[in-house]
T-cell receptor
């Protein structure tokens, strides 16, 4: 079945480089979320997209992080000038619902980022 | 914002026994409480959820109870099986765009 697809599954980069992580949500899902999962930590909210509305960027940890969602479908999370503390698994999720209350979040398998 | 805490961080149980994971939350406005299961190398998957207008919900071997006065909710797994071994995350939401997740519980079912 067509679940949430993320790429790359693994990315190793050098400190200071930029990286792009891609998320392809389930077709028809209007809501898209990015979360970060660090070792021993929970799921940290980063950003939320809903249809054509302005995204909720309140979880982005610094201005080195940005995300866009083109045509209401595919999303790209960009991390500029990566730091070692950016090393984590970046999870994307999509949902039918317009808020976390009204729809199950379907997660991808994540993109594991390692910054050397 | 909402703060969700889970206890214990790791739980080992004998196959066939029950497992209970407890979560507390801070925001009394929260009204939706899902539980997600994450197997190794996979994304989290919803296993059960509860809304604030009920105190308990069951689905086969799993159940969730909610105590809004004390601001805590618990996941109960009965007759545990090896395939129940995973990391379990609780979360809480007040209807805004985000779910606040706990740090997760590693459940190990010993055959």
């Amino acid at each position: 079945g067509a679940g949430v697809s993320q790429s790359p599954s693994n990315k190793v980069t050098e400190k200071g480089k930029d990286v792009e992580l891609r998320c392809d949500p389930i077709s028809g899902h209007t809501a898209l979320y990015w979360y970060r999962q660090s070792l021993g930590q929970g799921l940290e909210f980063l950003i939320y997209f809903q249809g054509n509305s302005a995204p909720d960027k309140s979880g982005l940890p610094s201005d080195r992080f940005s995300a866009e969602r083109t045509g209401g479908s595919v999303s790209t999370l960009t991390i500029q000038r990566t730091q070692q503390e950016d090393s984590a698994v970046y999870l994307c999720a999509s949902s039918f619902g317009s808020t976390a209350n009204t729809g199950e979040l379907f997660f991808g398998e994540g993109s594991r980022l390692t910054v050397l | 914002g909402e703060n969700v805490e889970q206890h214990p961080s790791t739980l080992s149980v004998q196959e066939g026994d029950s497992a209970v994971i407890k979560c507390t939350y801070s925001d009394s406005a929260s009204n939706y409480f899902p539980w997600y299961k994450q197997e190794l190398g996979k994304g989290p998957q919803l296993i059960i959820d509860i809304r604030s207008n009920v105190g308990e919900k069951k689905d086969q071997r799993i159940a969730v109870t909610l105590n809004k006065t004390a601001k805590h909710f618990s996941l109960h797994i009965t007759e545990t099986q090896p395939e129940d071994s995973a990391v379990y995350f609780c979360a809480a939401s007040d209807g805004n765009n985000r779910l606040a997740f706990g740090k997760g519980n590693q459940v190990v079912v010993i055959p």
